[in-house]
């Protein structure tokens, strides 16, 4: 069965360094997703990304966050300057595109980031 | 108005019992309501799905009970096994308006004893 697949599954980062996490999606998707969800608490929404743009995003999505998709397989999401609370897991999903029912959103194993 | 509140927390359940999960929510723009779940290390998987339209959907051992009116939905586990254990969590979504923004509940870690 095909998988949403993110890499690394677990980045350490020095406080104020930029980090990048990594994620291919389902190849016949066409909207993605970033969550997190900080240890102990519920997955967050962050931003969903279709067709080249962003479509919606949460407010912990601010401008230090960025999604992009650099060619047809990968989507990654950038923390520019990184804040200790942004130590979390972070999971990128991705779903078919909607056709009258709604599509289930597949998601990966996660990228812990731990910032120090 | 977004939240989806779930309990219990925690959950322990004998072999062979059944393990009930409830969720409430608010926003009743809410119209797509999936369970999904999590094993250590992993992460969340979609284990069934409900639409207001229908008041219960049965896949094997796993049910949803959805009370529109309560603005409550449930999920319930028959025969729970210990390969059951792990992290539950309902979420919402309205797919009205072009949002594919899940919202999640706080999760219920489950045990089952064998």
């Known amino acids: 069965e095909p998988e949403v697949t993110q890499t690394p599954s677990h980045q350490v980062t020095q406080m104020g360094q930029e980090v990048i996490l990594r994620c291919v999606p389902i190849?016949?998707?066409?909207?993605f997703y970033w969550y997190r969800q900080i240890l102990g608490q519920k997955v967050e929404f962050l931003v969903s990304?279709?067709?080249?743009?962003?479509?919606?995003k949460s407010e912990i999505f601010d401008d230090q966050f960025s999604v992009e998709r650099p060619d047809g397989s990968n989507f990654t999401l950038k923390i520019r300057s990184t804040k200790l609370e942004d130590s979390a897991m972070y999971f990128c999903a991705s779903s078919r595109m909607r056709q009258g029912a709604v599509q289930p959103q597949h998601f990966g194993d996660g990228t812990r980031l731990s910032i120090l | 108005q977004q939240q989806v509140k779930q309990s219990p927390q925690s959950l322990i359940v004998q072999k062979g019992g059944i393990s009930i999960i409830n969720c409430a929510y608010e926003?009743?723009?809410?119209?797509?309501f999936p369970w999904y779940q999590q094993f250590p290390g992993k992460g969340p998987a979609l284990l069934i799905a409900i639409r207001p339209d229908v008041s219960e959907k049965k896949e094997g051992r796993f049910t949803i009970s959805f009370n529109k009116s309560a603005k409550q939905f449930s999920l319930h586990i028959m025969d729970s096994q210990p390969g059951d254990s792990a992290t539950y969590f309902c979420?919402?979504?309205?797919?009205?308006?072009?949002?594919?923004?899940?919202?999640f509940g706080k999760g219920t870690k489950l045990t089952v004893n064998p």
């Open positions: 979420a919402a979504k309205k797919t009205q308006g072009g949002s594919e923004k899940l919202v």
């Open positions: 926003n009743t723009a809410f119209d797509y």
């Open positions: 190849s016949n998707h066409l909207y």
């Open positions: 990304f279709y067709n080249n743009e962003i479509s919606e």
